[in-house]
């Protein structure tokens, strides 16, 4: 062995300590922490900790964020449109009129739509009228039959039957209705579903008088909840012009869904 070097015991604990010589004959152990190597050792253990803990908090970050739902694509500003009409909402010293301000009329179009939505879906009705009427002052306001079969839905849900008259009513008055026969469809299966049989006549009525293409789910829906109320002469006349629209008579039949009724040959 050379002058410069020293050598090393070959005992159990030497071996233990994995050692190695370097260059000018330093002795640089792993394992155990001694001397310098130990020291850089310990370094490299911190830094190894820090790191698992960064990452551990960025992993519980991500964790806690919760998944959009389906259909829910608001954007931030609807978001705190909605926090703030419901903050001014549920304080009383405080009144919607800046609220609505310096929110919600300064969002755009598709916004204010998803805002209504958005109100709607949290059982809001008051929020849900006011902004609804604030989106009818708006220059690109057209009347939407969904929108209303949406609130009317809202209002029924709530025990808010005067409230869904009224809401008729500004519906009848509107302007350039589109004949959107799914829409009316939904809106008339939704008054019947609440009971309210004149006025479920009444959105018949005005399906026919804007032109709507009334098909056989019309009648359905206007007959069974005629005849659930027993309004049998009421009833003999959609029947009879059933019969008139498609040739052939209506009969209801317990079926299975999808096939509540079927047609036969007077």
Known sequence: MNSGMTQISHSPTASRLNSAWIGNGNLITHGLGLGLGGEAANNSNSRKNRNNALVTIMRDRSNNRKPLQKGRNLSIEAIQTVQALKRARATSSCPLEPALETTFRRLLKLDMIAVLRELIRQNQCYLALKVFEEIQEEYWYRPQISLYAELVSLLGSNGLLEEVELLFIKLKKEPCLEPDINGFNALLEILANFNLTGLAVECFYLMKSIGCDLDKLSFKI?????????????????????????????????????????LSSN
């Open 222 to 262: 206007l007959i069974n909840v005629l005849e659930s109320n027993e309004e049998a002469s009421l009833s003999t006349c959609f029947r009879l012009e059933a019969q008139k629209y498609f040739g052939q008579s209506l009969n209801f039949q317990e079926k299975g869904e999808g096939e509540g009724y079927s």
